[in-house]
């Protein structure tokens, strides 16, 4: 099912008509002109997509502790993520972990955003081992080391 696009204004001016369309659409996204789109769903099927989530979490969970499972994601990869092919071995091995890890936490919580701030990070750092001159100057030692990073002071604004 497809998603329908929508001005905001008109949901907001038709809610009854706008709303009818989910019968017939996977969801409405709602576009706003000085802020993120908006997307609204029936509740039945945004519970329908919970579960396919906490589902594939699990199914990835069960299929790492059989013998070749951890293996098995590891080749299959590639397929599924093209970038990762640029990937060293042992971070395609790290990848696939941490997918499952972040993937069952953030079931746990309903929550599919940070398995999808994990797969933008890991594509950053195949971009980076696909570019032999930005990989190069990136790993380059430069340097006295400093030591780790310390967290930002809070913003007294934010009454932290």
């Known amino acids: 099912m497809p998603v329908e696009d929508l001005p905001f204004t008109e949901f907001v001016q038709r809610p ?9 659409v996977r969801a409405l996204r709602l576009r706003r002109r000085d802020a993120d789109d908006l997307v609204v769903m029936s509740a039945v099927r945004a519970e329908r997509e919970r579960e396919v ?22 080749e299959l990869l590639p397929q599924v993520l093209p970038w990762a092919r640029f990937l060293p071995v042992t971070d395609r091995h790290i990848l696939v972990q941490e997918f499952i890890d972040v993937t069952e936490a953030a079931a746990s919580v309903d929550n599919v955003s940070p398995i999808a701030q994990l797969l933008v990070e890991w594509r950053h750092t195949a971009e980076v081992h696909a570019d032999p001159e930005l990989h190069a100057l990136l790993s380059a030692p430069r340097g006295e080391d400093h030591g780790p990073v310390l967290p930002p002071d809070p913003d007294p604004q934010d009454g932290a």
């Open 16 to 24: 009854t008509a706008a709303t009818r369309l989910l019968a017939t």
């Open 53 to 74: 989530i906490e589902l594939t979490a699990h199914l990835l969970r069960s299929l790492v502790r059989r013998a070749d499972g951890h293996a098995l994601l590891q």
